[in-house]
C-alpha cells in the first residue's frame, strides 16, 4: 500500500488520504453538484464494501475538495467516479487524487487504469490527455442517458 504524502506548499490547506465511510455523504452532494447522473449514498456505500474498491479523498476543513473511486480487477484499475469541487477548480486538485490512485493501485498489482467519460465532458477528456490516458474506443449510448461513453486507458508499468 502506498504510504500517503506530504502535499506541497501549494496544497497546505488540503489533505489526502484513504477515504472513511462519512465520506460517502459528502461524496454524495458532490455527485449531485456535478453529475448529470450521480451515484446515492446507497449505490455508494454498496460499492464502497465490496472488495477490491478503493477511494482516496482531498479534503479542506470538512469539504472535501475532490475524489476518486475505482475498483481493481487482478491487474486493472477501473475508475468508478472522479470530481473537483467547483470551488476547488484549477488548483491541482484532479492531477493530485489522479496520481495517487495511480500510486495506489500499481502498489496493489494494477498495470493499467481504464475508464468511461461522457462524450460531452471536454475537460475531463482534455485533462486525461494530458495526464498520458489514451483513447481506445467509443461505447454507444453507454450512460442511462442514452449519451455515448469514450472508453480511455493509461498503463501504469
Known amino acids: 500500500m502506498v504510504q500517503w504524502m506530504m502535499l506541497s506548499r501549494d496544497f497546505k490547506d488540503y489533505h489526502i488520504r484513504r477515504c472513511r465511510v462519512f465520506d460517502l455523504f459528502k461524496i454524495a452532494q458532490l455527485e449531485k453538484m456535478v ?87 471536454h475537460a475531463q477528456l482534455k485533462f486525461l490527455q494530458g495526464e498520458g490516458w489514451q483513447e481506445i474506443g467509443v461505447c454507444p449510448r453507454f450512460f442511462s442517458n442514452g449519451e455515448d461513453a469514450v472508453v480511455v486507458h493509461k498503463w501504469l508499468v
Open 35 to 121: 453529475f448529470p447522473e450521480p451515484l446515492s449514498i446507497f449505490e455508494l456505500l454498496r460499492i464502497f464494501i465490496l472488495p477490491g474498491s478503493h477511494y482516496i479523498v482531498i479534503t479542506r476543513g470538512p469539504v472535501v475538495a475532490a475524489y476518486i473511486g475505482f475498483k481493481l480487477f487482478e491487474h486493472i484499475a477501473h475508475t468508478i467516479s472522479m470530481a473537483v469541487h467547483p470551488n476547488h477548480r484549477r488548483k491541482g486538485l484532479a492531477g493530485l487524487v489522479q496520481g495517487a490512485a495511480n500510486k495506489e493501485a500499481a502498489s496493489r498489482g494494477a498495470k493499467w487504469f481504464t475508464g468511461e467519460v461522457r462524450l460531452s465532458n
